[in-house]
């Protein structure tokens, strides 16, 4: 997994506002909300990959904001502004298993902040993961039926050797899952070609690149994936925008 360059950071303007997340084992994980004035609106969490932060998303937000989507982005721990706990103690990034069990109880938490917001949709929450975190994406959402969409950028089969998608990937059923990465990017090919086969199928997209990058660098090498993400999830939540 290869680091990805982070836009310059996006203070809080009109529109959005700076969150702290706790998450169960006291981490305290800084965000961006990206408000929408409609009840009833759907929802985005948007992870970043590793050596990276929450301001990699600083432009889908915005686009997705635009649509009629309400977005939470988060640092997750042991990055960015995530780097401490409740009572001051440093957060490291981290690959064990304890870490990836606090990581999935990060995004429990991001996503029960993010239902609870004024004219969000419980119902119409989707997520969007870049390299391990799209592995956290589908790994959270197929122990969890309220997600109703989940989005992968440059996704593994088992990275750090303790996040298994191709499980997760089958008992996630149903629901809508758009994956994508680029042939130049071979571990994450691979893994969307592998990845198609196994799920239900009838609501997977797939897509493979011939070149562009690993994770959110895909944004800038292959602009139409954004607009990819937006027509997924503008097709599979819905908007009022």
């Known amino acids: 997994m290869t680091p990805a360059s982070t836009s310059t950071p996006l203070a809080a303007t009109p529109g959005t506002q700076i969150v702290r997340v706790e998450s169960p084992d006291k981490v ?4 961006t909300y990206f408000e929408v004035a409609k009840p009833g609106s759907p929802a985005l969490l948007l992870l970043h990959q590793w050596q990276s932060d929450r301001h990699s998303y600083d432009d889908l937000a915005r686009r997705m904001q635009s649509k009629g989507f309400a977005v939470l982005t988060v640092d997750g721990r042991g990055f960015g502004e995530s780097t401490k706990t409740v009572d001051g103690k440093a957060v490291q990034p981290e690959r064990t298993d304890a870490a990836v069990k606090g990581m999935l109880g990060d995004i429990g938490a991001a996503i029960d902040l993010l239902s609870k917001q004024k004219n969000v949709d419980p119902a119409k929450i989707g997520i969007v993961g870049a390299s391990y975190g ?45 994956m994508f990465a680029a042939d130049d990017d071979k571990e994450s090919a691979d893994a969307v070609n592998k990845l198609k086969t196994i799920g239900a199928g009838v609501k997977i997209e797939a897509d493979v690149f011939p070149s562009g990058g690993h994770g959110t660098a895909l944004f800038k090498s292959r602009p139409e994936s954004m607009d990819i993400i937006e027509a997924f999830f503008i097709k599979s939540l819905g908007t009022h925008e």
């Open 28 to 31: 305290v994980l800084l965000g």
């Open 134 to 178: 799209s592995s956290l994406a589908i790994l959270y959402a197929a122990d969890q039926p309220k997600i109703a969409a989940v989005a992968l950028l440059s996704p593994g089969i088992n990275y750090f050797g303790n996040m298994p998608t191709e499980p997760a990937v089958s008992k996630y059923g149903v629901r809508p899952l758009l």
